[in-house]
């Protein structure tokens, strides 16, 4: 079995490669934006305090997050044999610490942290050109730069958190896709 975080900001590429990473090591991929947009969608009491949170670009709060996580992962336990990829999770020290203890209650552990590297600009340009078309309410300019402001302040630190637990490995997040994408494979691979 293979738990893997990838990390970045807002638009590196994180759905990106978890798709490309799914589908070759055959694990179950867990994007948090995801399963919240789905709330959303679904118009649920929890869809609705999410948008609150999405449409500034902010972060839903850690207990909320990290409550909806562990029922996430035990709704998708029959199918992840191989592993999880955790994707926009954990993103607070708090979540960092909570994952821990939720991979450890079901006698799991985390291998790896792929952190994709990718400058602002590109970061932002990808954003807007994506918000033309994708429909997410935070793919505009001014949430966008609030993302990434988050991103900093709060989620950057764990680089350092898992640094120290010697599980984080920076990857070159722009230009070619399929070099990024053997990069993200050979750290797995290592890990393994
Ligand atoms: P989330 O859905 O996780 O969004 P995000 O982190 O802002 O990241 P994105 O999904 O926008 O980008 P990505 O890194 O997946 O990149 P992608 O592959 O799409 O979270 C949204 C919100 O939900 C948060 O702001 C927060 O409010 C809430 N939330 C979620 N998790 C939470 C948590 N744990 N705690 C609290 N709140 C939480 O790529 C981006 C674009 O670039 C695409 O168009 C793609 O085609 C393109 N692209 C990718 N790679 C390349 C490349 N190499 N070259 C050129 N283009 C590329
Ligand atoms: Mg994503």
Known sequence: MINVVIFGAPGSGKGTQ????????????????DVLRDHIARKTELGEVAKSFIDKGQLIPDELMISILGDVIDSHKDKAQ?????????????QAQ?????????????????????PDE???ERLVNRGKESGRSDDNLETIKDRIAVYY????????YYCERNLFHSVKGWGDIDKITASVWAVIDNSL
């Not at 191989?82 to 708090?94: V, Y």
Request: a neutral charge; one cysteine or more; aromatic letters at 8%.
């Open 18 to 33: 978890s798709n490309f990473m799914k589908e070759h090591y055959k694990l179950v991929h867990i994007s948090t934006g």
């Open 82 to 94: 191989n592993g999880f990829i955790f994707d926009g999770f954990p993103r607070t020290i708090a």
């Open 98 to 118: 909570a994952l821990e203890g939720l991979l450890a209650d079901r006698d799991m552990k985390l291998n790896c942290v792929v952190g994709l590297d990718v």
């Open 122 to 124: 590109v970061l932002i």
């Open 153 to 160: 302040k709060v989620t950057s630190p764990l680089k350092d």
